[in-house]
């Protein structure tokens, strides 16, 4: 292969070998750049993900989350309360329960279909209830006019087959012009109609 000189061919040998050496040298920097550049890349997505903050979702389930449990504990307190004024006939702790439960209902917001509505209604009622017991018959009748809003139709029946609603309208409306109120037409109880009916024969005497 080398015919001119041996000199010749042993300088041209060293270069080659020089040149590969260097070829190979540049190869493997560029391949570590390359290298160093994808692990980059792919180490990204992780950081990313791991200070990725909370959903919309998750943050509204832990705010209803929240919202059950506030409610729950209201209607504990109230009701706590509720028996607490009954055992001491204490017409101020009546009328605090009754804020108590309302507090319960009103807080809930949006979020009251979070909560069974017939326990809804029985903390509504139970104010209703404790406001007349605390001798607080304006606030009782917008606690009524409130429970029928927000529920409608919806009643809560006692275990006599009477109407919560229609009881409670006979004890709050049984003063205003006994002679057009239909008594007789409503589903209340039958010892809340008879002491009213006894109360309009006393006044007629």
Known sequence: MCQPTLVWCNKLRR????FNKELTMKSLTFLASITGIALLTACGPVTTAQNKTPTASVVDRA???QAAIAFKDCATEGKAQDIAASAGRDQALYLSSADMLMSCVTALGGSEMLIDKREQMQVTA???QNYLKGGDVAQSRLALGGFQTRFGSSDLIFTDGSSFTDTMH???FQ???PEQFALSTLNARPIV???IRRSWYWQQK
């Open 126 to 128: 139970l104010a209703v």
């Open 170 to 172: 006979a004890l709050l």
């Open 15 to 18: 270069y080659f070998i020089n």
């Open 175 to 177: 003063h205003e012009r």
């Open 63 to 65: 705010i209803d989350m």
């Open 193 to 195: 109609k008879d002491e």
